[in-house]
């Protein structure tokens, strides 16, 4: 079960970064930031006492996503999306039904925000993912996306 992040988490939360995504460090200072800023948004999933997942998001700007490894400062004074920073689920976690399961509960967090997308960057191959939940491919934010690497892709879900 996806339950809040809290403060005692972000340990597990590096930790889980660090193995699910090798070639895409953030500095621990960027979990602290956004769960600081946009506590709503960062959920944890825990297996007895082992964390084996998390989500990271908050409001963002359409066609602006932060570049990765980057502390934001503030949200946007005027967000128009929801952005999805990272999920992040152990291999154990795969497969079953908990990723669509934080995108549901952030969608639901996005609709009660007012914000009519959801937004993120998809890394290492995970697109196909992406498009099964819904989102789309902006092919036109290649260059936006380039400090996430070359199979980056900015992609974009609307809320009904």
Same mark, same amino acid.
């Given at each position: ?101 934080? @995108?549901?509960?952030? /969608? $639901?967090?996005?609709?009660?925000? +007012? &914000? *009519? =997308?959801?937004?993120?960057?998809? @890394?290492?191959?995970? /697109? $196909?993912?992406?498009?099964?939940? +819904? &989102? *789309? =491919? ?23």
């Amino acid at each position: 079960m996806w339950r809040p992040m809290a403060p005692d988490d972000l340990t597990a939360v590096e930790v889980v970064g660090a193995r699910v995504h090798p070639d895409h460090p953030e500095d621990d200072a960027v979990f602290q930031e956004r769960l600081s800023l946009f506590p709503a948004g960062c959920l944890v999933l825990r297996d007895g006492p082992a964390l084996i997942g998390y989500a990271i998001s908050h409001p963002g700007t359409l066609n602006q996503p932060p570049k990765l490894n980057t502390l934001l400062g503030a949200l946007p004074a005027h967000p128009d999306s929801f952005y999805i920073h990272d999920l992040a689920l152990l291999p154990e976690a795969r497969g079953t039904g908990a990723g669509a399961a934080a @995108v549901a509960h952030l /969608a $639901g967090v996005a609709r009660v925000g +007012g &914000f *009519a =997308t959801l937004s993120l960057v998809s @890394v290492s191959g995970s /697109a $196909g993912f992406w498009h099964r939940l +819904g &989102f *789309a =491919t902006i092919d036109a934010m290649t260059g936006q996306v380039a400090s996430y690497g070359p199979s980056a892709r900015y992609m974009v879900r609307r809320l009904s």
